[in-house]
């Protein structure tokens, strides 16, 4: 198995094009020695927060190999929310590069005043360490975490302020929330034979348990990928031939124009799509499957949160793809529970009791890879643990059959239709490069916010567009570019109601976001 990065690793002085597994654990143990020579040792906290690449893995590993426990931070989070987890964790060390070193907060101070010591990753201001200077220190001897003490913290996309900080464990993280895609399950997980490339923010949770999956099936190659930019893509897939491909929905959309490319194979090996971290649409998920050229390619697209890991999927057909997401009414399916490793029930939000079959509710979650807690917020722990239950804070549908149809977050939920839904069909109506989020208020229907490429739409294409469809306000229409993103390209509604609607309350309570 080897390791193909879209551009080379930060970490890596050699500046390697191709990764062996040798030539990757040589990187963590050189790694290891420059972290413990900044004065890392077992047990102290230390926040990477560096641009987007597969080396932010190779820093946590480095760092847990010597008993510290890194903080992984998104190098997209802006400084403010960043310094507040920085005051939160209090770290022995800043792991982080120029740009970001260099960018200061609301009130002028700049990051590296709120952790001990700083190590940069390219040169320039010199009160930081030099990681060049320090790579390929003493490697210290291994001093692995105990099973049931904290290994990591990473951070929840923060669409609605500042993130939380999940706490794992070597037991949560690696014996529970990995177990599944680790084994041999033929189409779902890896094959020897296959070419995989992943697209993800390499500091989240998610990508550590990929990297154990990977590791284990060993496919025969893998794209790490740093950026989902078409220029850098393409080239790259039609030299070695992707059959499995994981992105966000927002890489996805980035890579449309590729997809829809008639002079492009980029897409043409890949048996094998997954999408995770939010819902994809319909209209974005329909030109990947047609620009494959196995018999029965497949997307998946799964259901989970940071806190607990996977917690169902579901499969998409090119042939159903390719009916319009108004022909496949009802909210959207999310797949069903994954047996002995998680068990889901709808409730009452109000009285926590199962109800019935086909109604809907609140959905809460039962599996033994939910994490330990939030680091200094055990309060807004304690409001989403319903003692073996987590309160997802989704609302949706349970079908006889056991599969689960997610309808709203429970914050934006109006009882009586799924504004996810109708956000679905009428992005599907719309020409490509057009987004909607529908913002629901509590005296009146809900104002559709539309991104267009330009920041202009057409009256006569939304009356059609909107034709059939329950009620809506006058649509506020922003260029796309505008349109607030978390990190993993999830949409802060929060912000559009800030924004847009001076804050005009949302219909649900928000005690579970």
């Known amino acids: 198995m080897i390791f193909r990065p879209s551009r080379p690793l930060d970490i890596d002085p050699a500046r390697q094009e191709v990764l062996d597994l040798e030539a990757l654990a040589g990187i963590v143990r050189r790694t290891a020695g420059a972290l413990y020579a ?5 047990g102290d906290r230390f926040v990477v927060y560096k641009d987007n690449h597969f080396d932010c893995l190779l820093l946590a590993s480095a760092g847990v190999r010597i008993g510290a426990i890194p903080v992984m931070v998104s190098g997209l989070l802006p400084p403010d929310p960043t310094r507040a987890l920085l ?20 009130d002028g101070a700049l990051l590296s005043a709120f952790a001990e010591q700083t190590l940069s990753l390219d040169e320039g201001d010199s009160s930081a360490l030099s990681f060049a200077e320090l790579y390929g220190s003493t490697d210290p001897t291994p001093a692995p975490r105990p099973d049931d003490e904290l290994m990591m913290l990473t951070h929840t996309s923060g669409t609605t302020g500042v993130p939380k900080l999940i706490m794992y464990t070597p037991a949560k993280l690696q014996r529970e929330m990995a177990r599944l895609e680790c084994r041999h399950l033929p189409p779902i997980t890896f094959g020897r034979d296959d070419v995989v490339a992943m697209f993800t923010p390499y500091v ?28 850098v893509v393409g080239p790259m897939f039609h030299q070695h031939r992707p059959t499995v491909i994981e992105a966000l929905p927002i890489d996805y959309v980035r890579l449309e124009k590729l997809a829809n490319d008639p002079r492009s194979d980029a897409f043409a090996s890949v048996r094998a799509f997954i999408s995770n971290f939010d ?30 890991g996977g917690m169902g999927m579901t499969f998409v057909t090119r042939r159903t793809a390719n009916k319009r997401r108004e022909e496949l009414p009802g909210p959207r399916r999310v797949g069903r529970p994954m047996p002995g490793f998680v068990a ?16 809907p509710g609140l959905v809460l979650a039962r599996t033994k890879a939910r994490c330990i807690g939030y680091y200094k917020e055990p309060e807004r722990w304690q409001e989403k643990a319903v003692g073996e239950w987590w309160n997802t804070g989704d609302i949706g549908i349970k079908s006889r059959t056991g599969a689960l149809m997610l309808i709203d977050r429970e914050v934006n939920y109006v ?10 069909i009428l992005v599907d109506r719309l020409p490509g490069g057009h987004d909607v989020a529908l913002l629901p208020v509590p005296d009146g229907p809900p104002v559709p916010i539309v991104a ?28 796309a570019e505008d349109m607030p993103r978390t990190g993993t390209g999830k949409i802060i509604r929060e912000e ?8 005009a309350e949302h219909p649900g309570t928000g005690r579970w976001t």
Request: glycine fraction near 8%; proline fraction near 10%.
């Open 38 to 42: 900044a004065g890392l040792r077992s």
């Open 87 to 106: 005051e939160r964790v209090e770290p022995k060390l800043l792991v982080s590069n120029q740009r970001l070193l260099a960018s200061k907060g609301s």
């Open 204 to 231: 989240h949770a998610r990508a550590f348990t990929w990297l154990y999956s990977t590791l284990t099936l060993s496919p025969t190659k893998v794209l790490v990928m740093s950026d989902s930019d078409p220029e």
């Open 279 to 308: 819902g994809v649409r319909w209209s974005t998920i329909r030109p990947f499957l047609n620009a494959s050229r196995h018999p029965f390619p497949l997307w998946r697209e799964g259901y989970g949160q940071s806190e607990t």
């Open 344 to 359: 889901l029930k709808v409730v009452d939000p109000k009285t926590f009791q199962p109800v019935p079959n086909g109604q």
């Open 415 to 424: 009882p009586g239709g799924s504004n996810l839904e109708q956000e679905d």
């Open 452 to 479: 267009t490429p330009d920041g202009k739409l057409d009256g006569e294409l939304w009356k059609r567009v909107s034709r059939g469809r329950p009620p809506m306000a006058e649509p506020i229409v922003i260029d």
């Open 496 to 503: 559009l109601r800030r924004r847009y609607l001076d804050e």
